[in-house]
Antibody
Framework: QLQLQESGPGLVKPSETLSLTCTVSGGSVSSSTYNWGWIRQPPGKGLEWIGNIYYSGSTYYNPSLKTRVTISIDTAKNQFSLKLSSVIAADTAVYYC?????????WGQGTLVTVSS | DIQMTQSPSTLSASVGDRVTITCRASQSISSWLAWYQQKPGKAPKLLIYQASSLESGVPSRFSGSGSGTEFTLTISSLQPDDFASYYCQQHNSYPITFGQGTRLEIK
């Protein structure tokens, strides 16, 4: 059974960089069938797609975040990662990683990241 | 960007009711639409993909239909476990976008 698990700091200071990692078990991030994505959800609000990465390393980002986002993949560790720079309070959200054959079929449990000094 | 608009935003219903949630796309997305259910404190769960395909393990009371710009999620007979929020999502083109959500609450 495929499982995804987000990890990283739960508190980030304004203007700093948010860094999260998604560890995949029960499957491989090197699969050409799937790509891997990050989605976030501010408290009490809806879902926002952040970006995707393919096994080849190709990436697609939400234009609203593109200048601040970097997604990378580590096939040796079976992980992919998110970096969001220059964070502000509005970046406070639950961050999810997910597998994507088009739609998002497997999700991590999510991790709350709070931006505060 | 393709805008996804769900209606209603909130829906009050009773156990046993048949309910329908609508999702409209600002331009054609063919059948590249998915529906998710989300309960408080949990990750979204995939219900329907490619507009009308039922994800494995999802009860058959859930169904999806539509193509182009108008889509519906129907729950044929509401069960207590179905009271949750529902989101549509298009993946016809980047950026991937979600509807704003529909909260299904007990009447």
């Amino acid at each position: 059974q495929l499982q995804l698990q987000e990890s990283g700091p739960g508190l980030v200071k304004p203007s700093e960089t948010l860094s999260l990692t998604c560890t995949v078990s029960g499957g491989s991030v090197s699969s050409s069938t799937y790509n891997w994505g990050w989605i976030r959800q501010p408290p009490g609000k809806g879902l926002e797609w952040i970006g995707n990465i393919y096994y080849s390393g190709s990436t697609y980002y939400n234009p609203s975040l593109k200048t601040r986002v970097t997604i990378s993949i580590d096939t040796a560790k079976n992980q992919f990662s998110l970096k969001l720079s220059s964070v502000i309070a509005a970046d406070t959200a639950v961050y999810y990683c997910a597998r994507r054959p088009g739609h998002f079929d497997y999700w991590g449990q999510g991790t709350l990241v709070t931006v505060s000094s | 960007d393709i805008q996804m608009t769900q209606s209603p935003s909130t829906l009050s219903a009773s156990v046993g009711d048949r309910v329908t949630i609508t999702c409209r796309a600002s331009q054609s997305i063919s059948s590249w639409l998915a529906w998710y259910q989300q309960k408080p404190g949990k990750a979204p769960k995939l219900l329907i993909y490619q507009a009308s395909s039922l994800e494995s393990g999802v009860p058959s009371r859930f169904s999806g239909s539509g193509s182009g710009t108008e889509f519906t999620l129907t729950i044929s007979s509401l069960q207590p476990d179905d009271f949750a929020s529902y989101y549509c999502q298009q993946h016809n083109s980047y950026p991937i976008t979600f509807g704003q959500g529909t909260r299904l609450e007990i009447k």
